[in-house]
């Protein structure tokens, strides 16, 4: 799926950054220690960078907003994590190691600090040149019908699979009322939704008066990678439309069912397709600082 035909490669960085991974993974475990929010942060920015063109590191310059400053990564906090491990690796192999391969390393640590499963990260991704807000509009929404979803899987050469496994990634972080509001007003709840989980959302997220960052946790363990997203859905009890769609498809419920009863078919599944959606791979250049281009 190399759009540039630069295949990657495990061994990309042995003979020229052969500490990087190292290096990487330590800088994720000191920020997971300090903050128990940043794999949860770190595993959406590689998600949202993968379907954005490996860009979404980009400050904003001047008139042209940056995908970070777009509607959906407002809330993309960990930034600094990506920038201290940058730092340090530049320090160490000037020039060598991509931002885009930095983050999916980084997603991969994330999962792993969770109590997740690991796998070796294909590397040797460029990171891109432009960056536009705009763009942002092409990432799936938390209230995507299951055919927005397929589509916007499809687009990237992932399949319905792919979209079941890497939805379970909503097992780790937090969710901010405006992404399930629509779901839960008393005048056209949504009818898919569990009646008194919908009150217990009400109760968080009232129409009037929210507090400034209110919100809910994806799951009870939103600090844990495991499988408990998939037994919610099946139990009406998940935040996101997009979420309680993927029911709404024969092959994506079968999915879901077969993930909910074996966290080991979950795992398996969720490593092949974070491989897959990984090396959706489309940049040009090894940047300097990940917020700017060279």
């Not at 498809?249 to 078919?265: D, G, R, W």
């Not at 979950?266 to 990940?290: H, W």
Request: charged content about 20%; overall charge positive.
């Amino acid at each position: 799926m190399s759009s540039s035909g630069n295949a990657l490669s495990l061994n990309y960085y042995e003979k020229t950054c052969p500490d990087a991974e190292w290096i990487i993974a330590a800088a994720v475990k000191a920020a997971a220690a300090k903050d128990k929010t940043v794999p949860a942060a770190l595993l959406r920015m590689h998600f949202h960078d993968c379907f954005i063109r490996v860009l979404i590191l980009l400050n904003s310059k001047g008139s042209n907003k940056a995908e970070k400053d777009g509607p959906p990564n407002v809330s993309l906090h960990a930034f600094y994590v990506i920038d201290n491990a940058k730092k340090q690796v530049e320090t160490l192999c000037p020039g060598v190691v991509s931002c885009a391969d930095i983050l999916a390393l980084a997603a991969r640590d994330a999962v792993v600090l969770s109590g997740g499963p690991t796998w070796d990260v294909p590397k040797g991704r460029k990171d891109g040149r432009t960056s536009k807000a705009s763009e942002t509009v092409q990432l799936p929404a938390p209230t995507f019908n299951i055919s927005q979803l397929q589509q916007s899987f499809s687009q990237r050469g992932l399949s319905m699979e792919d979209l079941a496994a890497l939805s379970g990634g909503h097992t780790l972080g937090f969710a901010h009322c405006s992404s399930f509001q629509s779901r839960i007003n008393t005048n056209n709840a949504d009818p898919t939704i569990n009646p008194s989980f919908a009150e217990s959302l009400r109760n968080i997220c009232p129409i009037h008066n929210q507090a400034k960052n209110a919100g809910a946790n994806m799951d009870a363990s939103s600090a844990t990678f495991d499988n408990t997203y998939y037994k919610l859905i099946l139990q009406g009890k998940s935040l996101f439309a997009s979420d309680q769609a993927l029911l709404s498809h024969p092959e994506t419920k079968n999915l879901i069912s077969k993930f909910a009863s074996s966290h080991q078919s979950f795992n398996e599944a969720f490593v092949k397709s974070m491989i897959k959606m990984s090396s959706i791979n489309g940049g040009q250049e090894v940047r300097k600082d990940c917020r700017v281009v060279n």
